[in-house]
């Protein structure tokens, strides 16, 4: 039974560049929540989404956004990078109303 | 915001000792939950605490969700070298609307020296 999986693992970006980040929750998991790590740092509460919708939001600008498909996958997208929007961005899923979080590996984003 | 604290930062112990940490908040929680995270994993849950005065053990690992609600501590015993990673406690404030709003503590580091 798979995990959640993220891709890609690793990214480089220049300032100003848009991301997409891809999140497969693990199988039986219909809620996909994001966050960022900074080194150093926990991981911050960027938002979580259930039956395709954004259900909540942490303390992050507009510039970062996501999507969750019927399939229960979801993507994080950030506009206009900054140097300081470098970080390990973790997916977690879970199943509604369930703490049992399973986060996934992360993809480590380098904003150049 | 609302923040959680945890200590300490780090420890360095032999191996066999025991271990103890703990976060605090000055605000009320509703869920309590520790995990552990390796280099290039994401976070792994230990142990999950949703009553207030809960004590909950997973083999080595024991936890305690404070009576006051603000605070949570996490015992290691006869620390082993694989115990070594960062440990993160982690938060469902009370007024935080859905689950999906985890709070988490900076991170304990623990070190295990053979």
């Known amino acids: 039974d798979a995990g959640v999986t993220q891709s890609p693992t690793h990214l480089i970006k220049t300032r100003g560049q848009q991301v997409t980040l891809r999140c497969s929750p693990k199988?039986?998991?219909?809620?996909v929540s994001w966050y960022q790590q900074a080194l150093g740092q926990g991981p911050q509460f960027i938002f979580q989404?259930?039956?395709?919708?954004?259900?909540q939001r942490g303390n992050f600008p507009d510039r970062f956004s996501g999507h969750q498909f019927p399939n229960y996958s979801s993507e994080l997208n950030v506009n206009a990078l900054l140097l300081g929007d470098s970080a390990l961005y973790l997916c977690?899923?879970?199943?509604?109303?369930?703490?049992?979080?399973?986060f996934g590996s992360g993809t480590r984003l380098t904003v150049v | 915001g609302q923040q959680l604290n945890q200590s300490p930062q780090s420890m360095f112990i032999q191996e066999g000792e025991d271990v103890s940490m703990n976060c605090t908040s000055s605000?009320?929680?509703?869920?309590w939950l520790w995990y552990k995270q390796e280099p290039g994993e994401g976070p792994v849950l230990l142990i999950a605490?949703?009553?207030?005065?809960e004590l909950t053990s997973n083999g080595r690992l024991t936890a305690q969700f404070g009576i006051t609600r603000k605070d949570s501590f996490l015992n290691i015993s006869a620390s082993i070298p694989s115990d070594v990673g960062i440990y993160f406690c982690?938060?469902?404030?009370?007024?935080?609307?859905?689950?999906?709003?985890?709070?988490f503590g900076k991170g304990t580091k623990l070190s295990v020296k053979p």
């Open positions: 605490l949703y009553k207030a005065g």
């Open positions: 977690a899923s879970s199943r509604d109303r369930d703490y049992g979080y399973t």
């Open positions: 605000s009320i929680f509703n869920t």
């Open positions: 989404y259930y039956e395709e919708e954004e259900r």
């Open positions: 982690a938060g469902q404030p009370r007024s935080g609307g859905s689950q999906g709003n985890l709070i």
């Open positions: 199988s039986g998991h219909d809620t």
